[in-house]
Every structure is written in structure tokens, then in C-alpha cells.
Antibody
Framework: QVQVVQSGAEVKKPGASVKVSCKAS????????VHWVRQAPGQGLEWMGW????????SYAQQFQGRVTMTTDTSISTAYMELNRLRSDDTAVYYC???????????????WGKGTTVTVSS | QSALTQPASVSGSPGQSITISCTGT?????????VSWYQQYPGKAPKLMLY???NRPSGVSNRFSGSKSGNTASLTISGLQAEDEADYYC??????????FGGGTKLTVL
């Protein structure tokens, strides 16, 4: 079945980096954009950016520019989100999600991972 | 990019209808039809409920409907059921080729 499986929880110190993975299965990985969304404890959803696995194009939310890097490894159908210079307010659940449309980008996320909890604490 | 504006909470009794608004600007909600809605239960990933303002993915109940007027989109749930109690988020494409979510609305079924 179509699914994306994320890596496990991470605990990081302020100033460190974290890299979360998102492995896709059941569909053509290069045909669909991948979004990253985060949710701080008790807060709402925050869109972080997307990557096109077909060509590596990316778009990042302004608040993450310079700190986030999204990449893919098409040989293993896996997307990655790396966030640098972590702060305590980066503590959140990080989700990857597939865009709904094959070969297009509409910002409709139809397949979600279960989320990866990233805790930033000294 | 500021978050879209949603009411923090709404409530309704079983069988009733409720509407959740989502207000943005001409640079996002008002400028495009790329508005979607998500349902999220505590501790779970969001689920796509509507896209293109009012289209339902396969498997989503027809009790969920959407509309848009100007810079405000709306989600209506008719025939409210206990299982509808969840958080709901709107989302939109923006002129910056980025996405933005609303702040979320907690729906309570009385």
C-alpha cells in the first residue's frame, strides 16, 4: 500500500543538527513532491517546505531559509529534512507528506508519515 | 507568511451543522483555488478532507463540504457526529510558491 515511513525520535542539544528521513513505498517516488510540516507541542501545523524528488527542486518557508535542507535519495525512495542550529522552540513533531498530484504540485497532502518527535534540550 | 486565521474553537450538538472559517489574503486564499482542509485527532497525523476548496478525496464523507468567498474559505460539517470531534486546519498555496496553514480549530461535539 501507499505509505511513507519516518525515522525514529531524536533528542538534540541546542545548536546541533537533526536529519529526519521519510521512506516512501507503494508508489512512484519521483512522481510526487514531498512536503515537510511540523507541529510544536499543543500548537498548530506549520509548513516547512517541499522537494521535488524528480529533479531536487525545493521551496522553503521563509522562517526556515538558511537553516533547513531537504534532499532525496531516489535509489532508496527516501526524502530527508535536515534542520541546523537547533533551538528549544524547534521541539516538535516533524511530518513528511506526499503531494496528492502526480507530476504536479498543488499543496494537497494526501499521504502522511506518523511523525518524528524531535526534542531540543540542554 | 502569516498563518491563515481560523476560530480557535467551535462546537455543535450531534446532528447539527457547523462551519469553520479560514481567512487569508489575496496572496493566498483569495488568489487561488488551492485551498485544502485537514482533520487531526490527538497524537495522529493529519488527514486530507477537502482539496480545491470543495472536492472530497475518496472515502471522505459527503457530510464534509467546502466553499470560498473572497479571502475566506469555509468548511461545513453537516449531521455532526461524535467522531467528528477533532482539530481542523485549512491550508493554501501562496504567491511565494509556498504553503501556509491556518492556526487550527478545535471542534467539540456536545
Amino acid at each position: 500500500q501507499v505509505q511513507v515511513v519516518q525515522s525514529g525520535a531524536e533528542v538534540k542539544k541546542p545548536g546541533a543538527s537533526v536529519k529526519v528521513s521519510c521512506k516512501a513505498s507503494g508508489y512512484t517516488f519521483t512522481g510526487y513532491h514531498v512536503h515537510w510540516v511540523r507541529q510544536a507541542p499543543g500548537q498548530g501545523l506549520e509548513w516547512m517546505g517541499w522537494i521535488d524528488p524528480d529533479n531536487g527542486d525545493t521551496s522553503y518557508a521563509q522562517q526556515f531559509q538558511g537553516r533547513v535542507t531537504m534532499t532525496t535519495d531516489t535509489s532508496i525512495s527516501t526524502a530527508y529534512m535536515e534542520l541546523n542550529r537547533l533551538r528549544s522552540d524547534d521541539t516538535a513533531v516533524y511530518y513528511c507528506a506526499r503531494d496528492k498530484w502526480f507530476g504536479d504540485l498543488k499543496y494537497y497532502m494526501d499521504v502522511w508519515g506518523k511523525g518524528t518527535t524531535v526534542t531540543v534540550s540542554s | 507568511q502569516s498563518a491563515l486565521t481560523q476560530p480557535a474553537s467551535v462546537s455543535g450538538s450531534p446532528g447539527q451543522s457547523i462551519t469553520i472559517s479560514c481567512t487569508g489574503t489575496s496572496s493566498d486564499v483569495g488568489g487561488y483555488k488551492y485551498v485544502s482542509w485537514y482533520q487531526q485527532y490527538p497524537g495522529k497525523a493529519p488527514k486530507l478532507m477537502l482539496y480545491d476548496v470543495s472536492n472530497r478525496p475518496s472515502g471522505v464523507s459527503n457530510r464534509f463540504s467546502g466553499s470560498k468567498s473572497g479571502n475566506t474559505a469555509s468548511l461545513t460539517i453537516s449531521g455532526l457526529q461524535a467522531e467528528d470531534e477533532a482539530d481542523y486546519y485549512c491550508s493554501s498555496y501562496t504567491t511565494s510558491n509556498t504553503g501556509v496553514f491556518g492556526g487550527g480549530t478545535k471542534l467539540t461535539v456536545l
